[in-house]
């Protein structure tokens, strides 16, 4: 089975600091995405990236940066928290089909719920 | 108009029902399809996926696929109260470094 780990269930930040959200995935996947997730509003894309320091930017890319240093793991920094970005964040991963062009699931980990005061 | 839309419910069944879920999606470049349940508080769950116009089955879980109407629909026989959460469709495209386009999900709800 895919594991997606996200480095933390819930985290309490003050507005101005520095936030990192850390994801590991043990698949050897290629790609991986951040989303955020508020009620009314469903999944939105952040960023995502397709290869080891490739990064693309999704809907809502304002306010947040990524870092895809190897394979496995995906980070999301929150340069200088805000209210607004109190959110469950969720952390995905997929494979690029060999010979397919067919999309392909991704594999969610459990979520981060952030919280900036 | 959103790529995939889904009606947000509560979609109510009493236990034992079937509940039929429905998707309709506004890009033709969509060709994989994806079915999520998330409960609430946790993350979205992979529970069935298609590709082809047709029907598709997985034990209690069938997903309907009609690329002419631009309609996925999932049904579930059978309906727990376990089954009680909401369920989120998606439509990759062939092009598009993979990513999926989500809908907003509807809640389903299962009275014993």
């Known amino acids: 089975d895919v594991k997606v780990t996200q480095s933390s269930r819930y985290l309490v930040k003050r507005t101005g600091e520095k936030v990192f959200l850390e994801c590991v995935q043990d698949?050897?996947?290629?790609?991986m995405f951040w989303y955020r997730q508020d009620p009314g509003l469903g999944l939105r894309l952040i960023y995502f990236?397709?290869?080891?320091?490739?990064?693309e930017k999704g809907d809502i890319p304002e306010g947040y940066s990524v870092s895809r240093e190897k394979k496995e793991r995906f980070s999301l920094i929150l340069e200088s928290a805000s209210t607004n970005q109190t959110s469950m964040y969720l952390c995905?991963?997929?494979?690029?089909?060999?010979?397919?062009?067919?999309?392909?699931?991704?594999?969610f980990g459990d979520g981060t719920r952030l919280s900036i005061l | 108009q959103k790529e995939v839309e889904q009606n947000s419910g509560p979609l109510s069944v009493p236990e034992g029902a079937i509940a039929s879920l429905n998707c309709t999606y506004s890009?033709?470049?969509?060709?994989?399809f994806f079915w999520y349940r998330q409960y609430s508080g946790k993350s979205p769950e992979l529970i069935m996926f298609?590709?082809?116009?047709g029907d598709k089955e997985d034990g209690r879980f069938t997903a309907q696929l009609n690329k002419a109407s631009q309609y996925v629909s999932l049904l579930i026989r059978d309906s727990q109260p376990s089954d009680s959460a909401t369920y989120l469709c998606?439509?990759?495209?062939?092009?598009?470094?993979?990513?999926?386009?989500f809908g907003t999900g509807t809640r389903l709800l299962v009275s014993p």
């Open positions: 995905a991963s997929s494979q690029t089909p060999d010979y397919s062009s067919l999309g392909q699931p991704q594999h």
């Open positions: 698949m050897d996947h290629e790609n």
């Open positions: 990236s397709y290869d080891v320091k490739m990064k």
């Open positions: 890009d033709r470049g969509s060709q994989s």
């Open positions: 298609i590709y082809s116009n």
């Open positions: 998606a439509g990759g495209k062939v092009t598009g470094f993979q990513k999926l386009v």
